[in-house]
């Protein structure tokens, strides 16, 4: 998993982005609440300015009007009133106005006073230049806490997340087949403890099941060799009897091979229980077609009064040598499968190198996904077995590193392809 999505990277993550989110909204109140308060504060100036100039007007008419940098008061009437007047506050009704005179900005009061008209602008141009700088130091202070919560959320994470990393780290120096350990006491944290805990009876579980399956594969191993051994050696002594007339002798013979098969069976079995990699299988090479023509003579027998002809094509022959066995329940399923749903019509077998193709004339698959085949249990609907072949056949190719797929031929019928050669990389 990459860096960036680590457990402490998104505690650092998160935190940043509320620090974020926290001072953005704080930054935005404190801003709109300054604005609203230095609008009400010139509001309250301009309305303090108009009562002060109205009162001395009615006091003296020819009081001068207000005229500072930042003030400046007018009054618009048919006589008496002030020259010059900015058109742009000619027609202003009473209230207060935004206005912009000659490329500034001006915040207006007016009022009416016996047919007088009172303005009184406040020149808000440096307020606005306050309210820019205010805004870029709000965005900068936003900017310092998300990195700073950014900075803190990682130290922060690192030291909460310290035992979850240590139990991490010592989970994945366990081995399934080690003795377990008490993980749990070596965290006292609650959650964590529990967390240890749950590791512990999983690992002791799973010990124990390993345990099992050792004692099962071996004791099967072990149980099986004796009555197989009986039977090869009374089928060795029945072939030394010469009273055995031909058609006796042939039935002693596939009963001799029956049991040598159902040794190299067990032994194939019991190795894809076991792990990849384990070099404890015994194992029996042989030539490619000679173990297919095996396998076709077997279910040619059992198949013999189906009206349906199994052909072998050798397009270029294999020098591949192969575990007999496994190939041998590879292709028997496969084979057996092809018989099973073809009613008459031909099956034949084309053998190309290292590639193998089953192709049957029988109604073709009916489902829209055929890998779906190889899980346990799963079957078409007009099988009646039990779904285990085809799931059986894709185990032994993953332990062999073969290929094995199933499609619709566009001719008719299924063709199930088997590739020998290792999968690249």
Not at 286 to 295: A, G, K, W, Y
Not at 350 to 369: H, K, R, Y
Request: hydrophobic fraction near 40%; aromatic fraction near 6%; include cysteine.
């Amino acid at each position: 998993m990459a860096g960036s999505w680590t457990l402490r990277n998104r505690v650092a993550i998160t935190l940043a982005l509320f620090g974020a989110v926290v001072s953005l909204a704080l930054a935005t109140t404190i801003y709109f609440a300054s604005h609203d308060l230095e609008a009400h504060l010139i509001d309250e100036t301009l309305t303090a300015e108009l009562d002060d100039y109205v009162a001395r007007r009615q006091r003296n008419p020819f009081s001068l009007p207000e005229h500072t940098a930042t003030i400046r008061a007018y009054v618009v009437a048919a006589e008496g009133g002030t020259r010059p007047i900015p058109d742009e506050i000619r027609t202003l009704a009473p209230g207060f106005h935004n206005v912009k005179i000659d490329s500034t900005d001006y915040r207006a009061a007016v009022r009416e006073v016996e047919e007088q008209r009172f303005v009184v602008l406040y020149d808000t141009s440096a307020l606005h230049q306050r309210e820019t700088s205010f805004l870029i130091l709000l965005s900068a202070s936003v900017l310092v806490v998300t990195l700073i919560s950014a900075l803190a959320g990682r130290w922060l994470a690192a030291l909460i997340i310290a035992p979850v990393t240590e139990l991490a780290r010592r989970v994945a120096q366990l081995h399934p087949e080690d003795e377990p350990t008490t993980l749990a006491r070596e965290f006292p944290w609650v959650e964590i403890h529990q967390l240890a805990g749950d590791f512990d009876t999983y690992l002791k579980r799973l010990h124990d099941f390993i345990e099992r399956e050792r004692l099962f594969t071996g004791d099967v191993s072990h149980e099986l060799r004796t009555p197989i051994a009986v039977i090869n050696g009374a089928t060795e002594l029945m072939m030394l009897d010469t009273t055995l007339d031909e058609k006796n002798r042939n039935r002693v013979t596939r009963i001799s091979r029956a049991a040598t098969e159902m040794g190299e069976i067990s032994a194939a079995l019991l190795a894809l229980s076991r792990e990849q990699g384990d070099s404890h299988r015994p194992s029996v090479d042989e030539d490619l077609q000679s173990v297919i023509e095996e396998v076709i003579e077997r279910y040619r027998t059992l198949f013999r009064h189906k009206p349906v002809e199994v052909i072998l094509e050798v397009v270029h022959p294999s020098e591949r040598r192969v575990d007999h066995a496994i190939l041998s329940m590879v292709v028997g399923n496969l084979l057996r499968n092809a018989l099973s749903f073809t009613e008459q019509g031909e099956i034949r077998i084309t053998l190309d190198n290292e590639t193998l193709c089953i192709t049957d004339s029988g109604p073709g698959l009916e489902q829209a996904n055929p890998s779906e085949l190889f899980k346990p249990y799963v079957r078409s609907d007009k099988s009646s077995g039990a779904g285990l072949g085809l799931s059986l056949v894709w185990r032994l190719c993953q332990h062999e590193g073969w290929h094995i797929s199933l499609e619709n031929h566009p001719d008719g019928g299924t063709r199930a392809q088997l590739n020998l050669a290792p999968a690249a990389g």
